[in-house]
């Protein structure tokens, strides 16, 4: 079968190569997926890039990808939830990494049905954003009434979290560019923080929540915004002690700073490093079937054009979802 692999890292057009590999053979815990659609996340680029390369450690050449939508073509004997013909879509865990191929298994634990009212370009696009906004929110507590700022509500994870925080009841602000203003208040923002000519931090304050997506200066500064007692929820930041432990990172250390800010504030810091898990892609799947979750598709690629799809979401301004279809 043929599968988009990665050879090396750095360059996107000199490191990922389309390779003749063998079909994965399956054991009784797994399903073989036939893949329809991907979608590219940051992490994709980044391992690509090689800025991951400690943390996961890979023999290289492997396969790329961890989002996918597909058909299941083969069930193994322990399987009960699904069956052959089967729509489904999910985040693969780390050691399936490769939904990039014609053909992918995965543990059948971590999958979930299609939603029936989407496309498999679409279903594709939410997995990894949609779990990751989920656990990251869970884990500080969003409720009825928050007030939350949203960072970059026109990425794949911002879509996916304001619309998540709007179902559930929250006060929304987001920020992005002008071209986005638009279709991002459409989402169900209650404002819209056009970051190029405005200053966030004189629009959104004393929140309850920041759910930081972008890292560097905006995790720190989230601290200046937030109510006495509030919660940042960081996926871009550094991770917190607890979530440094499960990542494998035993010696860390929060940064000094960050320990005064939380101190200073008496606030919640939490990082969440996302696991992929079935009831949330259910839970994904009821709220697109009814409709109070929309997929926001930017861009879709044919398989052969995959490696300009990287290119494209590297640039970091995408609007919603880099997809490749199979
Ligand atoms: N820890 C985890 O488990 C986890 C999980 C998922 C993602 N992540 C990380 O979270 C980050 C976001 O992921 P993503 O998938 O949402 O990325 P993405 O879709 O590539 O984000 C692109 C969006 O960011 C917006 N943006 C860029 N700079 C901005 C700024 N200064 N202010 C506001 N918006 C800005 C862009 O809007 P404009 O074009 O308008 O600038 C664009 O729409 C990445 O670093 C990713 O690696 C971590």
Redo the contacts with the bound molecule.
């Keep these: 079968m043929k599968a988009l692999q990665i050879t090396g890292y750095g360059e996107f057009a000199k490191n990922l190569e389309f390779k003749e590999v063998d079909k994965p053979e399956i054991s009784d815990n797994e399903i073989l997926i036939k893949v329809k659609a991907v979608s590219l996340?940051?992490?994709d680029y980044?391992i690509v890039k090689g800025n991951l390369k400690e943390l996961l450690n890979l023999d290289l050449p492997t396969g790329i990808g961890y989002d996918v939508s597909g058909e299941v073509v083969e069930a193994g004997s322990d399987v009960k939830d699904f069956k052959q013909g089967d729509a489904i879509f999910g985040r693969v865990p780390q050691e399936y990494m490769g939904t990039l191929a014609e053909f992918v298994k995965v543990d059948h634990k971590v999958m979930a049905k299609k939603p029936d009212n989407v496309k498999f370009e679409k279903a594709a696009s939410l997995p990894?954003?949609g779990i990751?906004a989920i656990?990251?929110l869970s884990k500080v507590g969003l409720k009825e009434g928050d007030r939350i700022l949203i960072?970059?509500?026109?990425?794949?994870?911002?879509?996916f979290a304001v619309q998540y925080a709007k179902e559930k009841g929250a006060i929304v602000y987001t920020?992005?560019?002008?071209?986005?203003l638009d279709w991002v208040k459409a989402l169900g923002a209650d404002r819209v923080i056009d970051?190029?000519n405005e200053d966030?931090k004189n629009v959104a304050s004393d929140l309850d929540i920041v759910f930081d997506?972008?890292?560097e200066d905006?995790t720190f500064e989230a601290f200046q915004i937030i109510k006495d007692g509030g919660r940042v929820a960081?996926?871009?930041g550094p991770p917190d002690v607890e979530t440094a432990k499960q990542m494998g990172m035993d010696d860390y250390e929060l940064p000094e700073k960050l320990k005064e800010l939380i101190d200073k504030k008496s606030a919640a810091y939490k990082?969440?490093?996302?696991q992929p898990n079935a009831a949330q892609l259910n839970e994904i799947r009821k709220m697109v079937e009814d409709r109070s979750i929309r997929p926001v598709v930017d861009l879709i690629y044919p398989f052969e054009d995959a490696v300009k799809a990287f290119e494209y979401?590297a640039k970091?301004?995408?609007?919603?979802?880099?997809i490749v279809s199979l």
Excluded at 151 to 159: E, L, P, T
Excluded at 316 to 322: I, S, Y
């Design positions: 996340n940051p992490i980044k990894l954003v990751t656990q990251a960072h970059a509500g026109s990425g794949g994870v911002g879509s920020t992005t560019s002008s071209s986005n970051y190029k966030y997506t972008l890292g905006y960081s996926i871009a990082f969440t490093w996302m979401l970091g301004h995408a609007q919603g979802k880099v």
